[in-house]
């Protein structure tokens, strides 16, 4: 099939999996001042005449010769991630600027459902398509930004604050962020499988050890793109752990392979409570109706969902992207949890934005939208620093009389609070 899409802008190494093995995993993968300005998609004309969500799953669905099961299939979906850009241009026309990229030590990776929404959305798009911009490795861009490997005392675990530990369990995703914080890990096939089971061993070993643990993140890669029954093997093993209380896992699989979410994983997953999820999302076109039932099915297994959200330079930072958004996640029962400012990977420059833009987005939305809706805007601090939470400056000082203030509107408020009321 020839038609095309035309369009003219544009969490210790582990290792990917084979659909082929009886466990039904997926296969390996191929392969605060406004930053100066770089080379990107930006500096070109928009896309016209863009079709729908809708009529790019039909084209694809062509293209792939799939038929209804195959498509609705999270099994088929990653058979047939698009993962060369070869073959990507055989259903869009790349710009000169994609034409031209490196893909670096990100491989390049969507899912054919996906691959519908890059097909509709510009916005998109920039998030998944690798161009010549992520050559351009600035001075302060680090290969692990937040120290990672250094926090880490042993494989697939991350030990930074003192009650829980984040628990990479696998290095493939089933869509690749070209802003990945993990960047130097997704992807790279360094986890043999035969080797992959010992690691999760040690690593559920380690935190038994470690009593202080009490809340364990699992995330990776996408740890929702393992089978049902290693999902299952690493949730109850942390929960045999007496000190273990909470468990959460980290995924952008609703958003990018809501086929995932299925009935028999549902009702494993709520099997081990209390179980936490946090769900990636960038940009309100990704709530489709299949993400919407995938966080239905979720919450109707009593998971709370949060959703983080990475602050993206001419992709979601406007207020007016991130409201739909926010108030778009609370329809699909999921809570806005956090808006992460870009971490420092190298290439990135490109999509971070000024600090200053996300107060400013964080002003937009406190008092304009339902307080359930407004995440916290948060900077992962380089060097391993923990996450610092970042707000507009409300409170404006005070004097003996009380404390002054600011509203949503920016209008002056003097709240009483003489010194002398708390003076024993």
């Given amino acids: 099939m020839n038609e095309r899409i035309s369009l003219s802008c544009c969490d210790t190494k582990m290792d990917g999996f ?39 799953v039909e084209f694809l669905k062509q293209y792939f010769n799939a038929s209804d099961e195959d498509w609705n299939d999270w099994h088929w979906q990653v058979k047939n991630r698009i993962t060369k850009l070869d073959k990507l241009s055989e259903i869009m026309d790349l710009s000169p600027l994609e034409r031209l990229s ?16 890059v097909l509709s959305s510009n916005n998109i798009r920039k998030c998944m398509v690798p161009t010549i911009s992520e050559t351009i490795v600035s001075a302060e861009e680090e290969t692990d930004p937040l120290s990672e490997q250094e926090q880490s005392p042993i494989m697939g675990i991350v030990h930074r604050y003192p009650d829980r530990c984040l628990f990479l369990v696998t290095d493939f995703c089933s869509a690749n962020c070209r802003y990945c914080t993990r960047s130097r890990m997704v992807g790279q096939n360094n986890l043999k499988k035969g080797i992959r089971k010992i690691m999760w061993q040690n690593a559920i070993k380690w935190i038994a050890n470690h009593p202080e643990i009490r809340d364990v993140l699992v995330s990776g890669g996408d740890p929702l793109t393992l089978s049902d029954e290693n999902i299952e093997f690493i949730l109850k ?9 909470v468990i959460r896992i980290g995924t952008k699989v609703p958003a990018v392979l809501p ?33 919407v039932k995938a966080c239905s099915m979720l919450a109707d297994a009593g998971i709370p969902l949060g959703s983080q959200t990475v602050l993206l330079k001419d992709i979601n930072d406007d207020v ?22 870009c971490d420092l990977i190298p290439g990135s420059r490109h999509f971070r934005t000024p600090v200053s833009k996300g107060l400013e ?64």
Avoid at 320 to 341: F, N, S
């Fill in 18 to 56: 084979s659909l082929e093995n009886s466990d039904n995993e997926p296969p390996p993968v191929s392969n605060e001042e406004e930053p100066p300005p770089v080379s990107s998609c930006e500096d070109e004309e928009p896309p016209q005449g863009l079709k729908t969500y809708q009529e790019n």
């Fill in 102 to 117: 490196s893909t670096g030590n990100l491989p390049f990776g969507i899912t054919p459902y996906y691959a519908s929404l």
């Fill in 237 to 245: 093993g942390l929960r045999e752990i007496p000190h273990v209380e």
């Fill in 259 to 291: 086929q995932r979410i299925t009935k028999n994983l549902v009702r494993m997953l709520k099997k081990y409570h209390p179980l936490y999820m946090s769900l990636h999302f960038t940009h309100p076109e990704e709530l489709t109706e299949e993400t």
């Fill in 320 to 341: 007016e992207i991130m409201k739909p958004l926010m108030t778009g996640l609370m329809k699909a029962r999921v809570k806005p949890y956090y808006i992460y400012q």
């Fill in 361 to 424: 987005i964080i002003k937009g939305l406190r008092g304009h939208i339902s307080g359930y809706a407004v995440p916290s805007y948060i900077i992962d601090a380089p060097h391993g620093g923990g996450k610092i939470p970042m707000l507009p400056e409300y409170y404006q000082g005070r004097d003996e009389n009380g404390i002054y203030l600011k509203n949503y509107e920016g209008k002056p408020i003097f709240y009483p609070e003489p010194k002398t009321i708390f003076e024993d």
